[in-house]
């Protein structure tokens, strides 16, 4: 059975792996929790988020398409870009109050982000 989203994993080239956890630090406002050559680890609102890097090859951004929850869209927008992201898709409405929008990170990989007020983590 399906519990809901638990980790999502961006492939990193090995030698951004320093400068991809900085840069996430920054944008979660916290360290890793588990800092390794081989992976980094970081619990958002008890979800991970995680480094793996690779020399695989493959198409940053593609691979993965993964929204985080925002209460603020635009205030959360104006970070990643403070941080030096760029946009790949503007704010847009989807729906009801619910608004998405995706940057590309420093490294290439794309982060979605959502405010949805309709959404409520179970318990």
């Not at 925002?70 to 205030?75: F, L, R, T, Y």
């Not at 104006?78 to 490294?107: M, Y």
Request: some cysteine; hydrophobic content about 40%.
């Amino acid at each position: 059975m399906f519990q809901g989203l638990r980790t999502v994993i961006y492939l990193v080239n090995p030698k951004d792996l320093n400068s991809a956890k900085q840069w996430y630090s920054k944008l979660f406002n916290k360290e890793p929790y588990f800092d390794e050559s081989f992976y980094v680890g970081f619990n958002v609102g008890g979800f991970e988020f995680g480094l793996n890097p690779s020399e695989e090859k493959f198409i940053l951004g593609t691979n993965v398409q993964a929204y985080w929850g925002v209460s603020d869209i635009k205030a959360a927008l104006q970070n990643c870009l403070k941080l030096e992201a760029s946009i790949n898709s503007d704010i847009q409405n989807v729906g009801g109050d619910i608004k998405v929008a995706t940057v590309r990170d420093p490294f290439g990989s794309i982060l979605g982000i959502i405010e949805n007020p309709n959404f409520k983590i179970e318990q």
